[in-house]
């Protein structure tokens, strides 16, 4: 891919496109997390239990098809499995409302938008987190995913009342019809790239278990990737699990009301915002290698505060634990992302990107049955407790991995080999 070089990635107009059209549909896809279980229960009048199965028909797709979509990408150009994934996704949303106009909305419709919806993501992810890279250069991969996280952060502070307000206006149903119209606006702007993306180089004939195979061991065998891996699920898991029970706690034991509950969500969105932003000067203050730990082994602790939470003043404890989290949280995963967009070879980077979303986001479903069943079976409190103090376990990988001897992630090479075993410079 030939790349524009410039002093300044707000010059970048191939960035800028893909910025943009990022931006539209995470806003977006904030309608549907609102609008489809509303439709669900409203139109539908769906139990629980079917609106919780909505949850799991999407993150099934990352499960079923996460490494194959690795191997395929690897394959193909990046750019037109985007324009491909996004066309998918605007269609089928666009036949919620034809099919609630027409009288014949059912949830096994609904069951099967999200799941198709779900494995187009994932070829989605998967070909930009491999895209970035090439269409940036290696110098500017950070601050790229930085200002895509900002994005992702300031669509989850704004997007959930905007989205309450589209609802309202036009329906549960209707509102689809806006989510698929900021996917054709993403599509739009992936044409508008001009930088020339080449075709990946085959390197022979092989099966796709053996592709596959490829990216689990390239993931599996360097251990700062390993260790990252372990870090990320073990903190999804538990972050999931606070999820499953951190509503239902700030109802039956703070007695909070929606619109107060909705405040402490978007308070702890805005620490997103903040660590996107921070970014860039962390990373020349601590190190872009060293930040990954020490953002997580910081902000960690904080998760502390959620069990403490109680009405009145002590409702600060959650929204203080809920913003530094998601202020780690962001800090990591962009220098997290970064790293790995680094340390990856451009021919295995499909693959590897789709081994390490199979890993971490296969424990998202697993967290919400664990924090339902601690919830049963300890109490809302106690089981904040459990999940605190296991979100915290997620430091132990990255300080029991080769990063901690590490300042910069400038010390991997351009283009290392396939059996790297963490040969890299140190601090």
């Known amino acids: 891919?030939?790349?524009?070089?410039?002093?300044?990635?707000?010059?970048?107009?191939?960035?800028?496109?893909?910025?943009?059209?990022?931006?539209?549909?995470?806003?977006?896809?904030?309608?549907?997390?609102?609008?489809?279980?509303?439709?669900?229960?409203?139109?539908?009048?769906?139990?629980?239990?079917?609106?919780?199965?909505?949850?799991?028909t999407g993150y099934a797709a990352f499960l079923l098809v996460g490494l194959p979509a690795g191997a395929?990408?690897?394959?193909?150009?990046?750019?037109?499995?985007?324009?491909?994934?996004?066309?998918?996704?605007?269609?089928?949303?666009?036949?919620?409302?034809?099919?609630?106009?027409?009288?014949?909305?059912?949830?096994?419709?609904?069951?099967?938008?999200?799941?198709?919806?779900?494995?187009?993501?994932?070829?989605?992810?998967?070909?930009?987190?491999?895209?970035?890279p090439g269409l940036v250069g290696r110098q500017y991969v950070a601050e790229a995913n930085a200002k895509l996280q900002a994005t992702v952060s300031m669509a989850q502070v704004s997007?959930?009342?905007?989205?309450?307000?589209?609802?309202?206006?036009?329906?549960?149903?209707?509102?689809?019809?806006?989510?698929?119209?900021?996917?054709?606006?993403?599509?739009?702007?992936?044409?508008?790239?001009?930088?020339?993306?080449?075709?990946?180089?085959?390197?022979?004939?092989?099966?796709?278990?053996?592709?596959?195979?490829?990216?689990?061991?390239?993931?599996?065998?360097?251990?700062?990737?390993?260790?990252?891996?372990?870090?990320?699920?073990?903190?999804?898991?538990?972050?999931?699990?606070?999820?499953?029970i951190s509503v239902v706690f700030l109802v039956r034991q703070v007695h909070l009301d929606a619109s107060t509950i909705g405040l402490l969500t978007s308070l702890g969105a805005i620490g997103g915002i903040v660590g996107a932003f921070s970014c860039g000067l962390l990373r020349r203050w601590i190190g872009s290698a060293r930040i990954i730990w020490v953002s997580m082994a910081v902000t960690g602790p904080f998760a502390l505060l959620l069990p403490l939470t109680h009405p009145g003043p002590g409702l600060i404890c959650y929204a203080v634990g809920m913003f530094m989290f998601s202020f780690g949280a962001v800090v990591y995963n962009v220098h997290q992302a970064s790293f790995r967009q680094l340390l990856c070879p451009p021919r295995l980077l499909g693959r590897m990107n789709a081994t390490i979303r199979f890993i971490v986001w296969g424990t998202l479903p697993l967290g919400g049955l664990?924090?339902?069943?601690?919830?049963?079976?300890?109490?809302?409190?106690?089981?904040?407790?459990?999940?605190?103090?296991?979100?915290?376990?997620?430091?132990?990988?990255?300080?029991?991995?080769?990063?901690?001897?590490?300042?910069?992630?400038?010390?991997?090479?351009?283009?290392?080999a396939d059996e790297l075993a963490g040969e890299l410079a140190t601090a």
């Not at 524009?4 to 707000?10: A, P």
């Not at 931006?23 to 139109?43: D, K, R």
């Not at 924090?371 to 049963?376: I, P, R, T």
């Not at 109490?379 to 080769?402: E, I, K, Q």
Request: proline share 4%; net charge positive.
């Open 370 to 416: 664990l924090g339902g069943a601690l919830g049963s079976s300890l109490g809302n409190r106690n089981a904040l407790w459990v999940c605190a103090v296991g979100m915290n376990l997620a430091t132990v990988w990255l300080l029991a991995s080769p990063l901690i001897r590490m300042r910069d992630t400038e010390a991997v090479p351009e283009e290392p």
């Open 1 to 56: 891919m030939h790349r524009k070089r410039s002093t300044r990635l707000v010059a970048h107009k191939g960035f800028l496109c893909l910025w943009f059209g990022q931006s539209v549909s995470e806003f977006g896809s904030q309608i549907t997390t609102l609008a489809l279980p509303l439709a669900a229960v409203l139109v539908l009048h769906a139990s629980t239990f079917q609106v919780g199965l909505l949850t799991t």
């Open 72 to 132: 395929w990408v690897d394959r193909m150009r990046r750019r037109p499995v985007m324009i491909a994934a996004d066309i998918l996704r605007a269609l089928l949303l666009a036949s919620v409302p034809v099919a609630y106009g027409l009288g014949v909305l059912t949830l096994w419709q609904l069951y099967a938008v999200t799941f198709i919806q779900g494995i187009a993501t994932v070829f989605f992810d998967v070909a930009y987190m491999s895209y970035v």
């Open 159 to 244: 997007g959930p009342s905007a989205s309450g307000f589209l609802i309202g206006l036009l329906s549960a149903p209707v509102a689809f019809v806006a989510n698929a119209g900021t996917f054709v606006v993403s599509v739009v702007s992936l044409f508008a790239i001009r930088e020339r993306e080449l075709a990946p180089e085959r390197t022979g004939q092989s099966s796709l278990r053996q592709e596959m195979g490829d990216g689990l061991r390239f993931v599996l065998r360097q251990p700062i990737l390993r260790m990252i891996a372990g870090s990320t699920s073990t903190s999804n898991l538990f972050f999931s699990a606070v999820t499953a």
